[in-house]
């Protein structure tokens, strides 16, 4: 029988931070789908297209802000993990990030400004914390 090895947490939220990428574009595709309606959606999409309202709106921003960042967090788990450099910082880093993403949407979603923008702060001090543990 093979030894079993303990995944380091930034790998699991890496993992888990995959299906909140699918729950944003999840949100992102239910709303939209429901201002525009399923021809829309199973359309070629072609033509000019109406502008977002409120929610769709709100959702396909969200979903983009998430495409800003993720990017950075992936790298930022990857290097660490890689180079072997796990550790406290990068492990409350990692939870900072993925903990801060999900409190995001529901902040965007109604409406709420400056809280959002702390809590974006905050995600981004936890891929600050996950590269300070690789140097």
Same mark, same amino acid.
């Given at each position: 029988?093979?030894p079993?090895t ?7 939220? %890496?993992?888990?931070s ?7 574009? @999840? ?6 789908t &429901? ?10 999409? +072609?033509?000019?297209? &109406? ?8 959702? +396909?921003?969200?979903?983009?802000n998430? &495409? ?8 930022a ?18 939870? *900072?990030?993925? *903990? ?5 949407v529901? %902040?965007?979603? %109604?409406?709420?400004?400056?809280i959002? @923008?702390?809590?974006?702060?905050? @995600?981004?001090?936890?891929? *600050? ?5 690789a140097?």
């Amino acid at each position: 029988m093979l030894p079993m090895t303990t995944m380091p947490i930034e790998l699991t939220l %890496l993992a888990w931070s995959v299906l909140l990428l699918v729950a944003h574009i @999840s949100l992102q595709g239910l709303t939209v789908t &429901k201002e525009r309606g399923r021809e829309w959606n199973a359309s070629a999409r +072609d033509g000019e297209v &109406k502008p977002l309202g409120r929610y769709a709106g709100r959702a +396909d921003r969200t979903l983009a802000n998430f &495409k800003e960042t993720y990017p950075a967090f992936v790298a930022a788990v990857l290097v660490v993990v890689l180079s072997g450099r796990t550790g406290t910082w990068s492990a409350t880093g990692a939870w *900072l990030w993925f *903990l801060a993403r999900i409190v995001y949407v529901p %902040l965007y979603m %109604l409406g709420i400004p400056y809280i959002r @923008s702390l809590v974006w702060i905050v @995600s981004l001090l936890g891929i *600050l914390l996950i590269l300070f543990q690789a140097i």
